[in-house]
Nanobody, 121 residues
Framework: VQLQASGGGLVQAGGSLKLSCAVS????????MGWFRQAPGKEREFVAS????????YYPDSVKGRFTISRDNAEKMVYLQINSLNPEDTAVYYC???????????????WGQGTQVTVSS
C-alpha cells in the first residue's frame, strides 16, 4: 500500500481543515487506515482510524468530537476533517495503513509522507 497525504496549510485558530490521503494498492478491504500527527519535539500521536471494510472508526478522547475520519472506496481516498483548530493541533499529519489485527507499532505499517498543519493564534 502506498499513501500520499495532502491538504495541510496555515489556518487561524477556530478554523477547519480537511486533509486527504490518496491510497494505492489492492485488497484494501482487509486494511485499517489511520491518521497520526507529530508536533515538534513530541512523539507521533494517533488521532483517528477507519476500517476500509465497514468504515468503523476510532478516535482517542483527545480529539473526539473535533476530528472526523472518512474514506471513499471508489476514489481510494481517506480524509481527516479537523474542526475548531487550535495552536496545539500544529503538527505534521501522516496517513498510515495496516492490515486489521496488526499493531500500529509494528513493521507492517505503511506511512505516507506527511502534510504540515500550522494553526495561528
Amino acid at each position: 500500500v502506498q499513501l500520499q497525504a495532502s491538504g495541510g496549510g496555515l489556518v487561524q485558530a477556530g478554523g477547519s481543515l480537511k486533509l486527504s490521503c490518496a491510497v494505492s494498492g489492492r485488497a484494501l478491504s482487509s486494511y485499517r487506515m489511520g491518521w497520526f500527527r507529530q508536533a515538534p519535539g513530541k512523539e507521533r500521536e494517533f488521532v483517528a482510524s477507519i476500517s476500509w471494510f465497514d468504515s468503523a472508526t476510532y478516535y482517542p478522547d483527545s480529539v473526539k468530537g473535533r476530528f472526523t475520519i472518512s474514506r471513499d472506496n471508489a476514489e481510494k481516498m481517506v480524509y481527516l476533517q479537523i474542526n475548531s483548530l487550535n495552536p496545539e493541533d500544529t503538527a505534521v499529519y501522516y496517513c498510515a495503513a495496516k492490515a486489521e489485527g496488526l499493531s500500529w507499532l509494528g513493521r507492517g505499517v505503511s506511512w505516507g509522507q506527511g502534510t504540515q498543519v500550522t494553526v495561528s493564534s
